[in-house]
């Protein structure tokens, strides 16, 4: 038995036809472009974050950097990210000409480590990104506490969170923006790519709006150099579909994780922490191995995938290599970028496929 990491064709199984009739009506009104379904998604989504507004946008990646430039944070100032995150959150940060100052992570949780980031303040700072890293909200109160002391705006970066809550609210109305990404793989996924800005802040949506249509409010009237960055039709009309079976997959996944949980303890196996209060959407169930490298080859020859996020942080990448960050600035994100391994997470994993992932891990490890 082969079990994927990631198994998108059973979830296109079980709503095959209403997304084929979904896309059929947009080939034939030929609303390829904006339009009914990208204005209804916009709604629908704004309200699952429990938010004020939604603008959609072609990407995660462009819904950082489009906040980020929104709110005219450009060349000269300092934007504060954790080391361990996918490399979109640094890149939206250089894209505007900014610049990325690194934080560790916390040792049970991997979100930021908010005791460290006051130390990295200095007179340029603008902003923090907050990144719900793998499903969990960071620890929303001391890094709005810090914010507020120091005027700092707050970005979460939410592309792995759709649904997450921290201490009842949901990810996409705690800090000034949230950015979500919409790729396939996420978990609400579209099929192709896709993201959105969500806000609580009107003039910051109309900003965002504004620069990824091309500077304009009225068509052909261009009041500034913008951006071309939107969700097309096809994309909005599947991501409506798949909004409103979006609880029922990650309660799938929460008990997915419940289970691993159960599966896998009395082992050395290192879980992930539940933070208190809050809903962790597990879009990705990340333990921690001694030997991960062998762990992980073992698991492929006995037909298990995993993957690894992220096998390097971000300050010791070949692209940020000229930051000048030396080895042992950041040791909990060096140290577990070692040991980190992805188990399979998705709605769809059966039992069966759960409890044969753990019977073959633990044979591997103890
Ligand atoms: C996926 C992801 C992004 C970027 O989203 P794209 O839609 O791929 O551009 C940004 N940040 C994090 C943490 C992500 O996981």
């Keep these: 038995m082969t079990i994927p990491f990631l198994d998108l064709q059973a979830q296109y199984r079980s709503i095959k036809d209403e997304i084929k009739a979904a896309v059929e009506q947009i080939f034939e009104n030929c609303a390829f472009i904006g339009g009914q379904e990208v204005e209804r998604f916009e709604k629908s989504f704004a309200q699952y974050c429990q938010a004020a507004h939604c603008v959609s946008v072609a990407n995660g ?60 303040i200095s007179e340029k700072t603008k902003a923090i990104i907050a990144v719900h890293l793998y499903g969990q909200t960071a620890d929303m109160d001391p890094i709005l506490k810090i914010a507020a002391e120091h005027g700092l705006k707050v970005i979460e970066d939410a592309a792995q969170a759709h649904g997450a809550e921290y201490k009842g609210i949901r990810a996409g109305s705690i800090g000034d923006a949230a950015c979500f990404s919409f790729y396939p ?74 289970l691993y949980r159960n599966l ?35 698991l492929l020859n006995r037909g298990i995938q995993t993957g690894i996020h992220y096998p390097t942080p971000i300050h010791l990448s070949e692209a940020y290599r000229n930051l000048g960050i030396p080895e042992g600035s950041f040791p909990i994100s060096e140290d577990y970028a070692k040991e980190l391994l992805s188990l399979p997470m998705y709605a769809e994993l059966s039992e069966d496929q759960i409890k044969e992932i753990c019977d073959t891990l633990r044979d591997i490890v103890d």
């Design 61 to 120: 990646t462009d819904a950082l950097w489009l906040t980020l430039k929104a709110m005219d944070i450009g060349p000269g100032d300092e934007v504060i990210l954790p080391a361990n995150t996918f490399i979109a959150t640094a890149e939206a940060i250089t894209a505007v000409g900014a610049s990325p100052v690194f934080v560790d992570h916390d040792i049970d949780t991997y979100t930021i480590n908010t005791s460290a980031i006051s130390d990295k």
């Design 264 to 298: 896998l303890k009395d082992s050395s196996i290192v879980f992930p922490t539940e933070r208190e209060h809050c809903r962790h959407v597990y879009h990705l169930f990340v333990i921690r191995v001694k030997n991960r490298d062998v762990v992980q080859r073992n």
């Design 185 to 258: 793989g996420k978990n609400l996924g579209a099929y192709g790519d896709g993201g959105a800005v969500v806000t609580n802040d009107q003039n910051l949506a109309e900003k965002v709006r504004f620069l990824s249509q091309h500077g304009s409010k009225v068509k052909y009237i261009h009041e500034i150099a913008g951006y071309n960055s939107r969700l097309d039709g096809v994309q909005a009309a599947i991501l409506n579909i798949k909004l409103k079976y979006i609880e029922q997959w990650t309660e799938a996944r929460r008990k997915n994780a419940e």
